[in-house]
């Protein structure tokens, strides 16, 4: 079955970094852009970043650009989120998804458009 898990997280000071990486199974990994999204409790949902199933395009948030970065490895079939400069305010459950279209020509922002989903990691950010 697809398993999406991820993995990174923890406590960081302010202005410090984290890498987070999301190893994918159960499916055709190299076929699927991925994005991560992030969460905070009682709050929606929030669209950080994408990259394209090729890693050749990524999209990211306003509120994380110059600072976040997605990357992928198609041959361990993982997706990673460097996170630099950390800020209190990131501080939420990080989570990895699928697309749900295969080799899909546009990144998507919307949780909707994704399908599987890892059960996320804790970033903690103290100021």
């Known amino acids: 079955q697809v398993q999406l898990v991820e993995s990174g997280g923890g406590l960081v000071q302010a202005g410090g970094s984290l890498r987070l990486s999301c190893a994918a199974s159960?499916?055709?990994?190299?076929?699927?852009?991925m994005g991560w999204f992030r969460q905070a409790p009682g709050k929606e949902r929030e669209f950080v970043a994408a990259?394209?199933?090729?890693?050749?395009?990524?999209y990211y948030a306003d509120s994380v650009k110059g600072r976040l970065s997605v990357s992928r490895d198609n041959a361990k079939n993982t997706v990673y989120l460097q996170m630099n400069s950390l800020k209190p305010e990131d501080t939420v459950v990080y989570s990895c998804?699928?697309?749900?279209?295969?080799?899909?020509?546009?990144?998507?922002?919307?949780?909707?458009?994704?399908?599987?989903w890892g059960q996320g990691t804790q970033v903690t950010v103290s100021s």
């Open positions: 990259i394209y199933w090729s890693g050749g395009n990524t």
């Open positions: 998804a699928a697309d749900r279209g295969l080799r899909s020509s546009y990144l998507s922002l919307s949780s909707y458009e994704y399908n599987y």
């Open positions: 159960g499916f055709t990994f190299n076929n699927y852009n």
